[in-house]
């Protein structure tokens, strides 16, 4: 799973697959299994953008002094 977790793809999808089932269930008496998804998702979501501004700092060339 240590790839899985750098994959900005695989952590966007687990933020779209953990928002759609929290639609799903938000008509439902299951409130807390709504916000642990929702939850879920916007850390999925923080997880790939700070990859993605790892990534991006890595492929810039050090500051010259």
């Known amino acids: 799973m240590g790839e899985a977790v750098n994959d900005l ?3 966007r999808y687990v933020a779209e ?3 759609g089932l929290a639609k799903m269930l938000s008509h ?3 409130q807390m299994l709504v916000y642990f998804l929702e939850m879920a ?3 999925a979501d923080s997880l790939a953008a700070a990859q993605h501004r790892d990534r991006d700092d890595a492929s810039k ?3 010259r002094n």
């Open 9 to 11: 793809r695989t952590l």
């Open 17 to 19: 697959i953990a928002r």
């Open 28 to 30: 439902t008496r299951y």
């Open 41 to 43: 998702a916007v850390e």
């Open 61 to 63: 060339p050090p500051p």
